[in-house]
């Protein structure tokens, strides 16, 4: 072990040679095998072992955002073990390239463990680790000596190294984005006509209130929460479907398949439990698919089943109650959305699509497999972490405006309710704690969506606290109970805060 002179040139190098490993263990992945990129194994480990809090916690901060928030953060902690590996190596070489090569490994082994292909998924890890773990000797090296040559030497290896990082990792990107030739797929798809296609969005459903959700909502304003780093990149030639379990007999769905079924067409708002009292994690779209109670059907479903559990592409899985996929609601083998195939991020090429639960139990994107059991027989991802197991929506409603300031005067109070598969009959507003005032629904697409409300309302001076609850179809009244969305969705009356001027 050598012994130098203190300061942080070490720890920048250190990061220098992350950098570059980072960028040739990203570049590699990106041509070799996507789902073996550094990120997002440790990535998606990170949200495997995460506690329900901690993802709860993650979607109130970042909503839709948070999967960009964890890989930052990934980056930050890397940033900052980098600094201190390349210190280490300073003070105690080669102690601090060990520390680099551990990281290699432990990546390797978190993908292989994630991964069907345990060879190619540990290469780029392996070879981040080993490369960070030379660039920083060699450049350490390099900085302790005091030669002009060795001295323009080690400027150049900086610069190299740096740049090398930077391009590999923007390469990667690029690489990683021409080789999803799945998008094309999609875009060339023609859906067919569906045998049962859903009757026209009423006119009067659409309220048209500025600041008001629209009723159908735009496939690229739709929330997207998933476990899902790199999006799957399903080609549906090669796509199938296996049910089995507690079934008469095995069945295989392909592609080819649904496109030759009788498909179905419904409206359905689909909801995350992570949805806090007047948040955003809702949307409501015309799906097209194949009922899933006619594959059930197919299959023949053991009398003492009860649950089905779903598995995504990607590993995730879902319990959906038995008889949620088997009643008369519109469940579906999702292949279309709003008219067009199914986003790539939304489960493209065939996603579940259940009204009336929660998506953790539901929603299971990418799915490749559905197997007839019992809930005391098994468990899914999201109920391992503490959620419940059934997940039934809760009445809700939410106002969308005024919200902060208006000017005194007429203007008017709107928002959204829903209960999925129960319908909502009335939405009542009160403001300032006074008597509740009926507001009025706009035409409802279906029990299975929300609807859009509002209510005149003549604003006086000052500030002024607004609160809304929504009156169920059984005439039940939303509670005033407040609580947080885990273990099994968020409920209480939502209320705002309004200045008028």
């Not at 009398?303 to 949620?324: C, K, N, Q, R």
Request: glycine share 10%; net charge negative; charged share 20%.
């Amino acid at each position: 072990m050598r012994q130098v002179r203190s300061g942080p040139r070490p720890g920048v190098l250190g990061i220098v040679a992350v950098l570059l490993g980072t960028g040739l263990g990203e570049l590699i992945a990106a041509f070799l095998l996507p789902s073996a990129s550094p990120f997002a194994a440790i990535g998606g480990a990170l949200i495997d072992i995460a506690p329900a809090w901690a993802k709860d916690a993650a979607i109130a901060w970042f909503g839709t955002g948070d999967k960009a928030a964890l890989l930052v953060g990934i980056a930050v902690v890397l940033l900052a073990v980098a600094f201190g590996a390349g210190m280490l190596e300073g003070r105690r070489s080669p102690l601090g390239a060990v520390v680099f090569i551990v990281l290699g490994v432990v990546g390797a082994v978190i993908a292989v463990v994630r991964s069907d292909d345990a060879v190619l998924a540990a290469i780029p890890a392996l070879v981040s680790g080993g490369a960070a773990a030379l660039a920083a000797r060699g450049l350490i090296s390099l900085s302790e000596r005091e030669e002009e040559p060795d001295r323009r030497r080690f400027l150049v290896w900086t610069a190299v190294a740096t740049a090398s990082g930077l391009v590999a990792l923007a390469v990667s990107n690029v690489a990683r984005g021409a080789s999803q030739s799945v998008e094309a797929i999609r875009s060339a798809l023609r859906l067919p006509k569906p045998a049962t296609a859903a009757a026209p969005v009423p006119s009067a459903a659409e309220l048209g209130i500025p600041g008001l959700a629209p009723v159908v909502t735009p496939d690229a304003a739709f929330y997207r929460i998933d476990t899902a780093l790199v999006v799957p990149q399903v080609d549906p030639a090669d796509w199938s479907l296996r049910v089995h379990g507690m079934v008469d007999r095995e069945i295989t769905l392909t592609w080819d398949d649904l496109m030759a079924s009788a498909l179905h067409e419904a409206d359905v708002t689909l909801a995350c439990v992570s949805n806090t009292v007047g948040g955003d994690l809702i949307g409501n779209a015309r799906w097209l698919g194949l009922p899933v109670r006619e594959v059930l059907a197919r299959a023949g479903v053991h009398a003492d089943a009860d649950m089905v559990l779903s598995t995504s592409i990607d590993g995730f899985t879902a319990s959906t109650p038995l008889e949620a996929l088997t009643d008369d609601r519109d469940s579906l083998l999702a292949i279309g959305m709003n008219g067009e195939p199914l986003p790539v991020e939304h489960g493209f090429p065939v996603r579940l699509v259940v009204p009336g639960l929660y998506g953790y139990v539901s929603a299971t994107k990418w799915v490749t497999e559905l197997e007839v059991t019992r809930f005391d027989r098994a468990t899914a991802y999201w109920t391992t972490r503490g959620w419940s197991e059934r997940g039934p929506i809760k009445l809700q409603s939410r106002i969308d405006v005024p919200r902060g300031s208006v000017d005194a005067g007429e203007t008017v109070i709107a928002g959204m309710a829903w209960q999925q598969h129960e319908g909502v009959h009335a939405v009542e507003v009160r403001i300032d704690g006074g008597e509740w005032r009926r507001a009025t629904l706009a035409t409802a697409i279906s029990d299975d969506t929300w609807v859009q409300w509002h209510l005149e309302w003549k604003a006086e001076s000052g500030s002024h606290e607004i609160e809304c609850r929504a009156i169920g179809a059984d005439g039940v009244t939303q509670t005033d109970a407040v609580a947080p969305p885990a273990p099994d969705g968020a409920t209480g009356w939502h209320r705002i805060t309004v200045a008028v001027g």
